[in-house]
């Protein structure tokens, strides 16, 4: 089994910065492509941003310039540095990856969701 643990969420001025981040453990032989998305009430989840197991990264028109995805492949990490952070950013992150426990099994998994809140 494969676990999915996210934090660094809060609460925070317009303007400011957050950071999350989400540890995956369990049953692990390799970690594919790992990403950000965000749900805002009364909206529809939306990719925020992704990166390959290669590093290559993609983001969300919204965002880009302001947030920065990473990942550390020895601690099984990915993070989210969110900047410069406006009130549409208000929502519940989440982050989603795939996971082979072996070379030819790979399923997707979510993490439980952090809550950001961006207001003054």
């Known amino acids: 089994q494969v676990q999915l643990v996210e934090s660094g969420g809060g609460l925070v001025l317009p303007g400011g910065s957050l950071r999350l981040s989400c540890a995956v453990s369990?049953?692990?032989?390799?970690?594919?492509?790992m990403a950000w998305y965000r749900q805002a009430p009364g909206k529809q989840r939306e990719l925020v941003a992704g990166i390959t197991s290669g590093g290559s990264t993609n983001y969300a028109d919204s965002v880009k310039g302001r947030f920065t995805i990473s990942r550390d492949n020895a601690k099984n990490t990915v993070y989210l540095q969110m900047n410069s952070l406006k009130p549409d950013d208000t929502a519940v992150y989440y982050c989603n990856t795939d996971v082979r426990s072996s070379r030819f099994n790979r399923k997707n998994y979510w993490g439980q969701g952090s809550q950001v809140t961006v207001s003054s």
């Open positions: 369990g049953s692990i032989f390799s970690i594919d492509g």
